[in-house]
T-cell receptor
Framework: DQQVKQNSPSLSVQEGRISILNCDYT??????FLWYKKYPAEGPTFLIS?????DKNEDGRFTVFLNKSAKHLSLHIVPSQPGDSAVYFC???????????????FGKGTLLTVNP | GAGVSQSPSNKVTEKGKDVELRCDPI?????LYWYRQRLGQGLEFLIY????????KSGLPSDRFSAERTGESVSTLTIQRTQQEDSAVYLC???????????FGSGTRLTVV
């Protein structure tokens, strides 16, 4: 039962254009969402997050949009740069039956390739 | 230390052997997590330590897996009688506050042959 889904295993864009990475979730208890970026042979690094009380969060070239009714979030990268080429993971957390809120549930990731 | 340190970075072991993976979290981070990523899959939660509280072991896939943490420092993940399906990258992360601001280590790539 995959609670966080990234349906595109890969995405290729031209340098300077917009990259849009998508993520869907099924658990309505999720209230905090994060994007991580991973280069080969390195651990994931935190990129940007959004709380369920917001529908948009922006940090430089990166913007995350949240559509709670559709249980969908997306990461926009504008303009895309070759150094953005990496695997991007969507993750979500929310209170469990005990009220704890520390586990992250990850998607399978999307490999972004930005071509010069 | 400056980051989360994991060792070894790579481990090849024979099926049936035991392995021990080590994680040194960021100093002062009370929360420590183990995840694993099998080929083509997302990160899978294994276990969570928070201070002196009882760990959340709900993600451990079988009783061959165990983990310990000494206070708020080093953690070891032990896999007994390894199987080929245990092959994965095992990632450790720590955070100052639970559920927020995870910093991951570079992982240990375990290959069971």
């Amino acid at each position: 039962d995959q609670q966080v889904k990234q349906n595109s295993p890969s995405l290729s864009v031209q340098e300077g254009r917009i990259s849009i990475l998508n993520c869907d979730y099924t658990n309505s208890m999720f209230d905090y969402f994060l994007w991580y970026k991973k280069y080969p042979a390195e651990g994931p690094t935190f990129l940007i997050s959004i709380s369920s009380i917001k529908d948009k969060n922006e940090d430089g070239r990166f913007t995350v949009f949240l559509n709670k009714s559709a249980k969908h979030l997306s990461l926009h990268i504008v303009p895309s740069q070759p150094g953005d080429s990496a695997v991007y993971f969507c993750a979500a957390s929310g209170p469990d039956s005990g009220g704890s809120n520390y586990k992250l549930t990850f998607g399978k990731g999307t490999l972004l390739t930005v071509n010069p | 230390g400056a980051g989360v340190s994991q060792s070894p970075s790579n481990k090849v072991t024979e099926k049936g052997k035991d392995v021990e993976l080590r994680c040194d979290p960021i100093s002062g981070h009370t929360a420590l997590y183990w995840y694993r990523q099998r080929l083509g899959q997302g990160l899978e939660f294994l276990i969570y330590f928070q201070g002196n509280s009882a760990p959340d072991k709900s993600g451990l896939p079988s009783d061959r897996f165990s983990a310990e943490r000494t206070g708020e420092s080093v953690s070891t993940l032990t896999i007994q009688r390894t199987q080929q399906e245990d092959s994965a990258v095992y990632l450790c992360a720590s955070s100052l506050f639970p559920g927020n601001g995870y910093t991951f280590g570079s992982g240990t790539r375990l290959t069971v042959v």
